[in-house]
């Protein structure tokens, strides 16, 4: 084995997890200074733990918006039902 994997593989080994939090902030565009960026994202397409748990957090993220807006629209629907029916028909 060369030095260069050796050197690789120990790194690999000594590598810490990325937190859900931070893949959350990272899939939302909240990461954005690249010394924090570049070892997140080399991070995540040499380890297959956490590029899984990297879609994971795409699909909360994204189950969490759709739900915002669902929300959002329930409540501006139920709003304007309620505001009319005080209103007499003609």
């Not at 931070?22 to 200074?33: A, I, N, P, Q, S």
Request: a negative charge.
């Amino acid at each position: 084995m060369n030095e260069t994997a050796t050197l690789y593989n120990h790194d690999f080994m000594n590598w810490e997890h990325i937190s859900d939090l931070d893949l959350e902030r990272y899939y939302l565009g909240m990461v954005k200074d690249k010394h924090e960026l570049a070892p997140l994202e080399e991070h995540t397409l040499a380890c297959p733990s956490c590029a899984g748990r990297a879609e994971d957090a795409q699909d909360y993220v994204d189950t969490m918006r759709i739900a915002a807006i669902l929300f959002s629209e329930r409540e501006r629907y139920m709003g304007r039902r309620l505001r009319g029916k005080g209103r007499s028909r003609r």
